[in-house]
């Protein structure tokens, strides 16, 4: 079963249109909720590529235990029309 994992922050526009965007697609979310702790944050941050912003959006793939990063919210609307982009650090 594939999945969306998103790292969020309860106050951030972008991490709620992505997840209104997913449900309305009938996808299934796993939310991470980062707001009060920097730590986690940092630390999905250096797994995804050192992402500097929320969301953090992932495709997982639970029968083949795959995680692929996707990107933000304009990256997730991109994935969706078949638009491949990869984001490397700084």
Same mark, same amino acid.
């Given at each position: 079963?594939? &999945?969306?994992?998103?790292?969020? !922050?309860?106050?951030?526009? *972008?991490?709620? &249109?992505? /997840?209104? #965007? $997913?449900? !309305?697609? !009938?996808?299934s979310? #796993?939310l991470?909720?980062?707001?009060? =702790? +920097?730590? $986690?944050?940092?630390?999905?941050? $250096?797994?995804? =590529?050192?992402?500097?912003? /929320? ?5 997982? =793939?639970? #029968? &083949? =235990?795959?995680? #692929? *990063? ?5 990256? $997730?609307?991109n %994935? *969706?029309?078949?638009? &491949? %982009? +990869?984001?490397?650090?700084?």
């Amino acid at each position: 079963m594939t &999945k969306f994992k998103v790292v969020f !922050k309860g106050d951030c526009g *972008f991490c709620k &249109k992505a /997840v209104e #965007e $997913l449900l !309305k697609r !009938k996808h299934s979310v #796993e939310l991470i909720d980062v707001s009060d =702790n +920097q730590p $986690l944050r940092e630390a999905h941050s $250096l797994k995804n =590529n050192r992402w500097p912003t /929320v969301p953090m959006i992932s495709v997982c =793939n639970d #029968e &083949k =235990n795959t995680e #692929e *990063f996707i990107g933000g919210y304009t990256d $997730l609307m991109n %994935y *969706f029309d078949g638009i &491949k %982009y +990869q984001h490397t650090a700084d």
